[in-house]
């Protein structure tokens, strides 16, 4: 029997690695090394596969038969590199080209750690790449500002060239009309400078991309800030974002009315296992789903701690955004035809529930009602609302995952059956 120690194992994925690594480095056999270590070589051969624990006792053995500190052994300075090779390897797999060997990162990171390091170093450049190019993309044809500084620029030029053809085309002009002309030159060049001057200056605070673009993304900020009240904070600058943020208080305080916080977070302590169902939820509780839902995402009682919050209007416009760890929104606006939220949009009152996968790999938990308002009487149209509570996936989830996305715009997906626009990051 080998005389490993069982206490306080060392549970990282790659100390079998490493000491295989080390045995390997120093041409010694594995009968040797667990002849030093008193343990059996098959044993030790479990151990370098990554498939037996190790304790601190049997640690500090095979750390002196291999004359290596133990602690050097027992590094988790790869468990972050690890991590990002598995989000490269996310990035990769809708790419044409062989599969990525996911079972294979542990194994090729303890191996070849300065060629792991380069690839993680360049998906990470490639990440903040990509990001940048998205950010400068959305500035440029979308921001109201450079829009109206860029007309501002174009009329000033064309103003000069047609008062500068007159003169050219002109020899014979009148003194009174080749003053006026002159002074036209004079007033549009320097027009045309102090725009270009301030365009400078605005398009170098594009480095600052915490200024919010538009009264959506105040709001937005206010919501990720924990909504301070009043609405008023400083946070809102504009009139608008003010009133948003107040009609939204408002609607709140009205789910908050039908569905008290101390009865949400009672129903979900009492309901066990049966917790991590919001339809289950509803039934305990006698309300509609819909409601639970916004409920559930608002509160985050219990093991909704985590979880995220996006609802819409019938046109797909968002009417609030909360975003769960690792569930990455893209700009107002914009959302994935895939995601659950329009899936049930498109089939009102029917309850759906999804186990998606963004572009990064991370899983999530999704369900998402929709629901038909007549806020104008039966006389009136019918309008739809919809709402999408999302949370990190359990490890027990096992259902198929559904490859989602932010937008067409940014994402890379290359054969998602519902692109409808070329993606900026790569063809398609």
């Given at each position: 029997m080998p005389r490993s120690s069982h206490r306080h194992p060392v549970a990282r994925p790659l100390i079998g690695t490493r000491i295989r690594e080390r045995r390997l480095s120093l041409g010694r056999r594995q009968t040797e090394v667990a002849r030093r270590a008193a343990i059996s070589a098959a044993y030790l051969n479990l151990i370098e596969h990554n498939r037996r624990p190790v304790g601190e006792e049997l640690l500090t053995r095979l750390a002196e038969a291999l004359e290596i500190d133990a602690t050097e052994l027992a590094s988790d300075r790869e468990e972050a590199l690890v991590g990002a090779l598995r989000e490269a390897a996310a990035r990769a797999a809708d790419q044409p080209g062989a599969p990525v060997e996911l079972d294979q990162i542990a194994e090729f990171a303890a191996r070849f750690p300065g060629w792991a390091s380069a690839l993680a170093g360049a998906t990470r450049r490639a990440d903040a790449m990509e990001r940048r190019l998205i950010a400068l993309s959305d500035r440029m044809t979308r921001d109201p500002y450079?829009?109206?500084?860029?007309?501002?620029?174009?009329?000033?030029?064309?103003?000069?060239?047609?008062?500068?053809?007159?003169?050219?085309?002109?020899?014979?002009?009148?003194?009174?009309?080749?003053?006026?002309?002159?002074?036209?030159?004079?007033?549009?060049?320097?027009?045309?400078?102090?725009?270009?001057?301030?365009?400078?200056?605005?398009?170098?605070?594009?480095?600052?991309?915490?200024?919010?673009?538009?009264?959506?993304?105040?709001?937005?900020?206010?919501?990720?800030?924990?909504?301070?009240?009043?609405?008023?904070?400083?946070?809102?600058?504009?009139?608008?974002?003010?009133?948003?943020?107040?009609d939204l208080l408002a609607t709140q305080a009205r789910d908050r009315a039908a569905?008290?916080?101390?009865?949400?977070?009672?129903?979900?302590?009492?309901?066990?296992?049966?917790?991590?169902?919001?339809?289950?939820?509803?039934?305990?509780?006698?309300?509609?789903l819909d409601l639970v839902l916004r409920r559930l995402g608002m509160l985050r009682p219990g093991p909704w701690t985590q979880a995220g919050l996006v609802v819409c209007d019938g046109s797909g416009a968002t009417l609030f955004r909360h975003a769960a760890p690792g569930f990455e929104l893209p700009r107002p606006g914009e959302g994935c035809a895939l995601?659950?939220?329009?899936?049930?949009?498109?089939?009102?009152?029917?309850?759906?529930?999804?186990?998606?996968?963004?572009?990064?790999?991370?899983?999530?938990?999704?369900?998402?009602?929709?629901?038909?308002?007549?806020?104008?009487?039966?006389?009136?149209?019918?309008?739809?609302?919809?709402?999408?509570?999302?949370?990190?996936?359990?490890?027990?989830?096992?259902?198929?995952?559904?490859a989602v996305g932010p937008a067409c715009r940014i994402c890379p997906r290359p054969t998602c059956p519902a692109r409808h626009e070329p993606s900026i990051l790569g063809p398609v």
């Open positions: 450079l829009l109206a500084t860029l007309h501002e620029v174009q009329s000033a030029v064309t103003a000069l060239r047609s008062t500068a053809s007159i003169l050219a085309e002109t020899p014979e002009i009148e003194p009174e009309w080749r003053d006026r002309f002159h002074a036209n030159l004079d007033s549009d060049s320097q027009r045309l400078s102090r725009t270009a001057q301030s365009l400078v200056a605005y398009l170098d605070s594009f480095e600052d991309e915490a200024v919010p673009m538009s009264p959506r993304e105040e709001v937005e900020a206010w919501i990720a800030a924990g909504q301070p009240e009043p609405a008023e904070a400083a946070e809102l600058v504009s009139d608008a974002a003010r009133v948003m943020a107040q569905l008290p916080d101390a009865a949400l977070a009672a129903a979900v302590d009492e309901a066990g296992e049966a917790a991590d169902d919001p339809a289950l939820i509803a039934a305990r509780l006698g309300r509609p995601w659950p939220l329009f899936e049930a949009l498109a089939q009102p009152q029917l309850p759906v529930a999804r186990l998606i996968e963004t572009t990064n790999g991370n899983r999530f938990a999704a369900w998402a009602v929709a629901e038909r308002l007549l806020p104008m009487g039966f006389d009136g149209p019918a309008l739809s609302r919809a709402q999408m509570l999302i949370r990190p996936a359990m490890s027990r989830d096992t259902r198929p995952p559904l």
